[in-house]
């Protein structure tokens, strides 16, 4: 995959500039030059062939050659309603679903959890997606969303297959089409009884993803792939 480009604004005309970590990434550690061929995308789905025009100590001019719509995504939307991990944890977590082709993660703030993430730790976690995705290839970045209770989350997907992770039930994971899906990951603590039970009244499933006990990002992560996998990819 040759070297990919963020622009935080939409690319619409026949010029593209590229500012902040983009610029710098581009300038000082590619020590790109005019004339230089990058790829750029600006998260709303194709990816564009430009040739570096100008360079300034911040910013980047490029021209736009040729637009194209090149879908990497998974054919059905997928949501993971996530109670937090700690520290490091969140980078990779945040790493890995944008990399199995989650649509959107939703911070989830349960009984037993005990990160909840502001402005400044949300904005970080939304570079992580965006670094991700100039790896992996991904033109629509993962969303993610405002963090929701749990009573906000189990109300919320009223359309989607709802499922809940849940270490100890019977029920295992089964295919279930293209349906839109959400899966809900609890926290280190396990989520509450009567959490579960609640979602259960709201029409969710819950669901083992095998025998051990798994950290919150390895079951989100599991559950990612297990959802892609039943379903095709
Ligand atoms: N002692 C907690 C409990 O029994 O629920 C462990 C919580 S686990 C570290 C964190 C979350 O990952 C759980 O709330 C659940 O959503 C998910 N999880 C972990 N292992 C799982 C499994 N084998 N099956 C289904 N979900 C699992």
Request: glycine fraction near 10%.
């Amino acid at each position: 995959m040759p070297d990919r480009y963020f622009s935080e604004t939409p690319i619409e005309g026949p010029l593209a500039t590229l500012a902040g970590s983009e610029a710098h990434h581009l300038l000082h550690v590619m020590r790109a030059g005019p004339g230089d061929r990058v790829t750029l995308f600006d998260g709303a789905g194709a990816e564009f062939d430009a040739e570096v025009q100008t360079l300034a100590r911040a910013t980047a001019t490029l021209r736009v050659l040729e637009r194209r719509e090149v879908s990497r995504e998974s054919a059905r939307e997928l949501v993971l309603a996530v109670a937090i991990p700690k520290g490091d944890r969140q980078k990779w977590l945040v790493e890995k679903l944008t990399e199995l082709g989650v649509t959107s993660l939703v911070p989830l703030l349960t009984e037993r959890s005990v990160v909840r993430l502001a402005g400044s730790a949300l904005d970080k976690l939304r570079r992580n997606v965006v670094e991700a995705s100039k790896q992996c290839g991904r033109n629509r970045l993962m969303e993610i969303t405002a963090p929701r209770s749990w009573n906000e989350c189990i109300e919320g997907f009223p359309e989607h297959r709802r499922l809940v992770a849940h270490p100890g039930v019977a029920a295992g994971l089964t295919a279930g089409s293209q349906t839109p899906t959400v899966v809900a990951v609890g926290p280190e603590g396990g989520l509450t009884d009567h959490e579960v039970e609640l979602a259960q009244q709201h029409g969710w499933r819950p669901i083992a993803l095998g025998p051990r006990i798994l950290r919150i990002e390895t079951a989100a992560i599991a559950a990612a792939t297990l959802v892609a996998l039943a379903d095709g990819g």
